[in-house]
């Protein structure tokens, strides 16, 4: 079964707007993983949250991580039509296997 | 240049033909996963391997068989496809915790599949 479920499944926004999007999962983790996933390609790693961290960054990325409520946030600040794409969230649960979601579809229109 | 490599593409077969489904990597990770990505329900793992000749199955490993002789390579095995196994599939690696790197996964392209 799936650990991680993100949520919306889909959102579209306008271009210089933020896009929220959130993972929430079962169990406990080890670390969360957000990943992107252009149409029908592979997919790319964007940014690992280790469970004794609550914040991270990476250049238009901030990643939130909450353990009490078993959840975490990707924003992506000021989003350009190149960010859209599906967004992944991974959990590390059975000692190290990540398990995807659903996915988040993010739609950004110029 | 590291990356995951998966051939073929694209295969379009018919319900019964044996047929496999090649990946390798070229960044010395011991671990590697079969995935296949469905409409509505994301990405799920069908077999993995944390080293060589060990394997282990993930959520849907039924009608699928892989071997792990080599670290490099995984190969995904369909001995008698069925059409419910037209899907995306995408071959991962990584390092595993402990070692070097973060462990975050490289994927292939993808290899569509179509059974008729």
């Known amino acids: 079964s799936q650990q991680g479920e993100e949520d919306p499944q889909a959102l579209s926004i306008q271009e210089g707007e933020n896009a929220t999007m959130n993972c929430s999962y079962k169990?406990?983790?080890?670390?969360l993983q957000w990943y992107r996933q252009n149409s029908g390609r592979g997919l790319v790693h964007l940014i690992l949250?280790?469970?004794?961290?609550r914040e991270k960054h990476s250049g238009r990325l901030r990643v939130t991580l909450d353990t009490s409520k078993k959840s975490s946030s990707l924003l992506i600040t000021a989003s350009r039509a190149a960010d859209t794409a599906s967004y992944f969230c991974?959990?590390?649960?059975?000692?190290?296997?990540?398990?995807f979601g659903r996915g988040t579809s993010l739609i950004v229109h110029p | 240049e590291a990356q995951v490599t998966q051939n073929p593409r694209y295969l379009i077969t018919v319900t019964g033909k044996k047929l496999t489904v090649t990946c390798s990597q070229n960044m010395n990770h011991e671990y590697m996963s079969w995935y296949r990505q469905d409409p509505g329900l994301g990405l799920r793992q069908i077999y993995y391997s944390m080293n060589v000749e060990v394997t282990d199955k993930g959520d849907v490993p039924e009608g699928y068989k892989v071997s792990r002789k080599e670290k490099r390579n995984f190969p995904l095995i369909l001995e008698s496809p069925s059409p419910n196994q037209t899907s995306l599939y995408f071959c991962?690696?990584?390092?595993?915790?402990?070692?070097?790197?973060?462990?975050?996964?490289?994927f292939g392209p993808g290899t569509r599949l179509t059974v008729t």
């Open positions: 949250i280790r469970s004794n961290e």
């Open positions: 169990t406990s983790i080890n670390n």
């Open positions: 991962a690696s990584s390092f595993l915790p402990g070692g070097s790197g973060e462990h975050e996964q490289y």
């Open positions: 991974a959990t590390a649960w059975r000692g190290y296997i990540p398990t």
